[in-house]
């Protein structure tokens, strides 16, 4: 992407001459890659250095997706405005942006908000009613409530 407001460097150079860098530095890339798999010299795992390195670059990247953008806005408006903050169907996403389908929210679910979120799968498809609009799904969300209390004694409260 030539984007010289995002990256400024790009105002020293051509479009041509940023084509002619990315795709030399991509087919080298292919290259590189094709070499290592046919001589087996790959290797299926990622060393541990990396892995915080690519972590590092998927939270940098991860609001220029849409489907992620919309479903942390979607998450903040659920947990805000909703009128059953505490539970959720997949519906209800794909209702609102119906770009994205179950299978992408179900992934974002388990990826962004596991800790947050249970899935409650059942056999048989239940009815039920959400922010005023009954929902038929075999699989909800139900929020975790933390019912953790830390006792604190008088003398450490400012008032």
């Known amino acids: 992407m030539y984007d010289a ?18 795709q030399h ?17 790959h290797d299926f795992y990622l060393p541990k250095e990396l892995r915080t390195d690519l972590d590092y670059v998927i939270q940098t990247h991860k609001s220029e997706n849409r489907h992620v953008q919309n479903f942390l806005d979607f998450m903040e408006w659920k ?21 994205t389908n179950e ?8 990826n962004e908000v ?8 059942s056999i048989k ?6 922010d005023g609009v009954v929902r038929v799904s075999k699989k909800f969300y139900k929020r975790n409530v933390k019912t953790e209390f830390v006792e604190v004694r008088d003398i450490e409260i400012p008032f």
Do not use: Q
């Open 5 to 22: 407001e995002k990256f400024p460097v790009l105002e020293t150079i051509t479009r041509d001459e940023h084509h002619n860098i990315v």
């Open 25 to 41: 530095d991509f087919e080298g890339a292919i290259a590189e890659a094709v070499h290592l798999y046919e001589y087996k010299l």
């Open 79 to 99: 947990s805000t405005k909703s009128d059953t903050p505490d539970l959720l169907c997949s519906a209800e996403f794909t209702s609102r942006y119906p770009e």
């Open 103 to 110: 299978k992408v929210f179900s992934e974002l679910m388990a």
């Open 114 to 121: 596991a800790d947050e979120w249970t899935l409650e799968p």
């Open 125 to 130: 498809s239940k009815k039920v009613r959400i």
